[in-house]
């Protein structure tokens, strides 16, 4: 009894690779016509396509001491700035950004490695926090552009308390980093607030405003690079 034979499958590979020179064609198609735009996403289709999904990526790394911040500026800077950009901008907040199972130190350190601007709210009891110390050392090592809030604490106080100082629990240079960290924010241009007197929502409104132009400078210095790998794709 013949069997009617099925149709060869086709692997993944060979489609990927037809795509591909469609993408390719229709770039060159729209280049040729002037649709830059549209050029633009016919040629980086296919990388986009075929990369894997990837983990999540963050905008900004919010530095807070929860206790003094949590449930007010720093929840209220992450809310603002998600609806600024219509959640195009992803901001790392503990609460917000962590599950249960990941490892804290892991996650922390990629939200920093991935951010593009990092915000450190500066409070009263900020320097109890092991947490908030070893952040704002990475952010500072990691080169990130830092916008600091002064929450309730003057510039001129971001001074390593002598508990901190006299402290087992830290070696010399974790010592050392933290001054340089400290010193790195002080005479750094940023916002201050007395929550005794001052408007949270403007401190909100202006902080979120201040990340978004920022990110926005990033992204238009790295525009003509973007044309410049697009040209290469055609």
């Not at 990369?51 to 003094?68: E, L, M, Q, T, W």
């Not at 002064?150 to 901190?164: A, C, N, W």
């Not at 007197?197 to 202006?206: F, N």
């Amino acid at each position: 009894m013949a069997s009617s034979a099925l149709p060869p499958q086709r692997s993944s590979a060979v489609i990927s690779d037809d795509c591909g020179i469609a993408s390719r064609l229709n770039a060159s198609a729209e280049a040729a016509m002037g649709n830059t735009e549209l050029a633009a996403r016919w040629a980086t289709r296919r990388v986009d396509d075929e990369r894997p999904a990837s983990p999540k990526k963050y905008d900004v790394f919010i530095n807070h001491r929860g206790v003094d911040t949590k449930h007010n500026v720093a929840r209220l800077l992450y809310d603002r700035l998600e609806h600024l950009s219509g959640g195009r901008v992803r901001s790392f907040l503990d609460s917000k950004s962590m599950r249960p199972g990941d490892r804290l130190h892991e996650s922390i350190n990629e939200g920093i490695r991935q951010c593009r601007v990092a915000v450190a709210i500066f409070s009263p009891r900020y320097f109890d926090s092991d947490f908030c110390l070893h952040e704002l050392a990475n952010i500072v090592e990691s080169r990130k552009l830092l916008i600091p809030i002064f929450y309730g604490i003057k510039p001129s106080e971001l001074i390593l308390p002598q508990e901190v100082l006299d402290s087992q629990a830290y070696t010399p240079r974790d010592i050392e980093r933290f001054r340089i960290a400290l010193k790195e924010a002080k005479y750094t241009v940023g916002l201050t607030h007395d929550p005794a007197k001052d408007d949270l929502a403007d401190l909100v409104l202006t902080a979120a405003n201040a990340v978004m132009e920022r990110i926005k400078e990033m992204e238009q210095r790295l525009q003509p690079q973007r044309r410049q790998m697009i040209v290469s794709r055609l």
